[in-house]
């Protein structure tokens, strides 16, 4: 069965970098663009960014433009995410997603000084 | 202010038949924008219900239906049941390669 299991959770200083993984199981994962969606506390879905694991080329929201990067690697059908430059309201549950319907179970990252 | 736009909160009594629907804040959603829906309750990731404006997720039973409603996308709820009493998302692609959820639809069953 198609699972996305992703790193657990971190917490990070205001101004550090942090990166989540997400194995993808279960199917080709060259086939499906994967997307990284963000839920701050008491608030609604953000999305942040997609990827083609097939080739590895992005697009992020223009918001987090410059701050997020994605990466695939194709071996371990993994694809991995790097926020930079964190601060407070970076706190967020990140989740990566299938297109079009599969999600991880979300990794909770913590900015506090 | 959200680029996309759905009802903040509806209410549906059990049994009942609701439609939550996913706007633009300037312009219209197509099939081109296609729209996607997910549920969520609290403390569990999204699952998605409906993708490609209309087509269900595995397992999603049919009483969830998608289309577009004039110039916005539409969820339709029929039969609603207790557990249906969660956040409904909406995400619509805006092209280029950019996605954008809406606000979120509280959805209370009475």
């Known amino acids: 069965q198609v699972q996305l299991v992703q790193s657990g959770a971190e917490v990070k200083r205001p101004g550090a970098s942090v990166k989540i993984s997400c194995k993808a199981s279960?199917?080709?994962?060259?086939?499906?663009?994967v997307h990284w969606v963000r839920q701050a506390p008491g608030q609604g879905l953000e999305w942040m960014g997609m990827?083609?694991?097939?080739?590895?080329?992005?697009t992020n929201a223009q918001r987090l433009q410059g701050r997020v990067t994605m990466t695939r690697d194709t071996s371990a059908s993994t694809v991995s995410m790097y926020l930079s430059n964190l601060g407070s309201d970076d706190t967020a549950v990140y989740y990566c997603?299938?297109?079009?319907?599969?999600w991880g179970q979300g990794t909770l990252v913590t900015v506090s000084s | 202010q959200n680029v996309v736009t759905q009802e903040p909160s509806l209410s549906v009594s059990r049994g009942g038949t609701v439609t939550l629907t996913c706007g633009l804040r300037?312009?219209?959603?197509?099939?081109?924008?296609?729209p996607a829906w997910y549920r969520q309750t609290p403390g569990q990731p999204p699952r998605t219900l409906i993708y490609?404006?209309?087509i269900r997720s595995s397992g999603v039973p049919d009483r969830f239906s998608g289309s577009i409603l004039g110039n916005r996308a539409a969820l339709t709820i029929t039969g609603a049941q207790a557990d249906d009493d969660c956040d409904y998302y909406c995400?619509?692609?805006?092209?280029?390669?950019?996605?954008?959820f809406g606000g979120g639809t509280r959805l209370t069953v009475l």
């Open positions: 300037s312009g219209s959603v197509s099939t081109d924008s296609y």
């Open positions: 995400v619509l692609y805006m092209g280029g390669g950019i996605w954008m």
């Open positions: 997603a299938r297109t079009p319907d599969y």
């Open positions: 490609n404006t209309n």
């Open positions: 990827i083609n694991p097939a080739g590895g080329s992005t």
């Open positions: 279960g199917y080709s994962f060259t086939n499906f663009y």
